[in-house]
């Protein structure tokens, strides 16, 4: 999603160390000392960028704080493959500012599902569980990942956020980087050192069926406007991959009556 501007994080300097021992010079009557060679010193790795260097790079990277601020809502399309299964489908995804979505998937053989969060109510529908309303736990992380300005104001939505190390992910060499929510939720990210851009997280949900972890990896990025988007989407959960291709992304032309209860949560709200 979009997001809006956050505070900047602080510089981080390369340091660099450069170890020096003097040699050990054991002295005989008979002989003439010689001096010891040292063996090199191990290189010293530079230290890590910060959490907030490394998400600010990527807020440059993909347009910048001022072209994401600019913009109001986002209307996404795209398909969806579930490989295992042979199963695919089509998916659209409407988001505005500040914390409204609505995503409706259709797949061949399941049917027509939707989630969506209208700024108060998180609900959902599909042919196997019928309408239904967040509560609780599940209802303030709907909230949360609602938010239209997230990638932007990430110091206010957490508690704090740390970078763990340089590793490989994706078969990318990528910054990983801790976020723990205010609920004491730790939500896992992942930068390419090259380009900045993320290449995906890993994180824990509440749902009806339970708590789900879902890995995500987002490549393949292209630039709709002035901002550069993830237009693959691969998400593995509960032991299944879901790839969701995007063809078309469009800012600020989304009816805002999108975002209205659908008839069947309506009627659950006493």
């Keep these: 999603m979009l997001a809006s501007l956050r505070r900047p994080g602080r510089a981080l300097s390369a340091l660099c160390v450069v170890a020096f021992a003097a040699p050990v010079c054991a002295q005989s009557t008979a002989t003439p000392p010689k001096p010891q060679v040292e063996a090199p010193a191990a290189p010293v790795e530079a230290a890590l960028p910060s959490a907030q260097m490394i998400l600010d790079r990527h807020?440059?990277?993909?347009?910048?704080?001022?072209?994401?601020?600019?913009?109001t809502s986002v209307r996404t399309v795209?398909?969806?493959?579930?490989?295992?299964?042979?199963?695919?489908g089509?998916?659209?995804v409407f988001a505005a500012r500040p914390n409204k979505v609505l995503a409706k998937t259709t797949i061949a053989g399941i049917g027509d599902?939707?989630?969506?969060?209208?700024?108060?109510r998180a609900w959902s529908m599909s042919p196997m569980t019928g309408p239904m309303l967040a509560t609780g736990e599940e209802?303030?992380?709907?909230?949360?990942?609602?938010?239209f300005d997230s990638s932007l104001n990430v110091?206010?939505?957490?508690?704090s956020m740390k970078t763990l190390e340089k590793t490989t992910f994706d078969g990318r060499p990528c910054y990983k980087v801790s976020l723990i929510r205010k609920d004491a939720g730790e939500d896992i990210e992942f930068y390419d050192v090259a380009t900045g851009l993320?290449?995906?997280?890993?994180?824990s949900r509440k749902s009806p069926m339970g708590t789900i972890t879902a890995t995500s990896v987002m490549t393949d990025y292209k630039k709709f406007g002035d901002i550069l988007q993830p237009t693959m989407l691969k998400q593995s959960m509960t032991g299944v991959e879901i790839v969701t291709t995007f063809s078309t992304i469009e800012y600020d032309k989304v009816d805002p009556a999108a975002f209205e209860l659908p008839a069947p949560i309506k009627a659950l709200i006493k």
């Excluded at 599902?113 to 108060?120: H, I, L, N, V």
């Excluded at 110091?155 to 508690?159: D, M, Q």
């Design 155 to 159: 110091a206010s939505r957490y508690e």
């Design 78 to 88: 795209g398909s969806v493959t579930i490989p295992a299964n042979g199963m695919s």
């Design 139 to 147: 209802l303030a992380q709907k909230a949360f990942d609602a938010d």
């Design 113 to 120: 599902m939707a989630e969506g969060f209208d700024g108060t």
């Design 90 to 92: 089509t998916i659209e």
């Design 59 to 71: 807020v440059e990277a993909i347009g910048g704080r001022k072209a994401l601020a600019g913009r």
């Design 198 to 203: 993320k290449a995906g997280s890993i994180v």
